[in-house]
């Protein structure tokens, strides 16, 4: 049944993606080209709709695509570092209507799940997919708002706790897995404007809440080895059913715990033409009591210093980020160029350190790369 459904979603979105490609623009740029095709039928997101909690942490049928993004820096007992990464994605397969209403939005879910675990030089990635269901049966995947569950088969993201937090991942896959615990004292972060996070300069966009103050705690299993590890977590919520334009490639997105305890979020969605000061830039600097001090794109200059060959990209292994308007200035490099999600919709995901000079200027993070063709990537 499993690989029923992975022919069936990959052959959905691989039609989307061909529809919407320019005849002379090669397949492989266009890896999330899905995420820029018009969705008639479905709600978009629009600024001034307040974000309502529990109820936003569960599904939302109206929109067409979202997901639950689940990343973590982890150090063993000796210091080493690894990583982890729990997503799941839901895609709409039909607008919804009054009939959908009436029986059950459920069945006309498919959900698509990703885990991967970095280790200090190697990487390991897996994907699933499963239905949504209807009927009385435990589904396969789906999302619970309260208390808090998302699952797809034994990869699971769910509150131990009577609404969100605390919360426990795990999945395993391969020998690989993990079995972590999640818990903070922190509210969630309104990325944007109160939670609608626009992602074209002409408009359009998503909503968009963060937990970037997660402490994480467990283990790791990679091939029979129990691996105690401990640290930092952040989990991103995005829905809305249009997140580029048909102008736009792709993202390079940062998601970076400074050791001042301060977080760093920040992206750029890049244009298709060759003109750097054309891509969209949106960053946002978070104290360690969750205040947000928004950074005025205009002041973000995005350097790339060193690109590697990446299963057949260009890929950009290495930045400088410099932040005048908060006096911030950093590398940020990958902790290994191994870390590519190698599912039927790759792309770069993984590991950074964060070298400056200070606890402001320091740290680890995630970086995720999509929409390379084999282009050297331009600086801004």
Known sequence: MKHTWLSIISLILLTTVIACQPADEPLQQNDFAVLA???????????GNPLLFPADHGAHFDHRI??????????????????MQWTLFRFAMTPPDERQKMTGAHGQQLFMAHVAVTTPTGHFS???????????????????????????????????????LPMRVRAKQD?????LRLQSQQPPVLQGIEGYSQKHKDGGGSYYYSQPFLEASGELSIDGQKITVSGDAWLDREWGSQFLQQDQSGWDWFSLHLDSGEKLMLFQLRNRGDNPAGNYLHGVLIDPNGAKTPLNPAMVR????????????ILPMKWRIELPQIERQFVVQALHENQWMQVDFPYWEGVVTVKGDGPEN???GYMELTGYSTATPASR
């Open 175 to 179: 020998g690989v897995g993990f079995n």
């Open 66 to 83: 979202e997901w639950w993004y689940l990343t973590a820096n982890l150090l063993s007992e000796s210091g080493e570092p690894y990583g």
């Open 37 to 47: 095709q018009p969705a008639d039928g479905f709600l978009q997101a629009q600024a």
């Open 302 to 313: 995005l350097e790339v210093m060193e690109t590697s060959p990446v299963s057949g990209r």
């Open 362 to 364: 320091s740290g680890r």
């Open 126 to 164: 897996f994907q699933r997919y499963a239905r949504g269901s209807d009927t009385d049966e435990p589904a396969r995947a789906g999302v619970i708002a309260q208390p808090f569950s998302a699952w797809l088969d034994d990869w699971v993201l769910e509150s131990t706790g009577g609404d969100w």
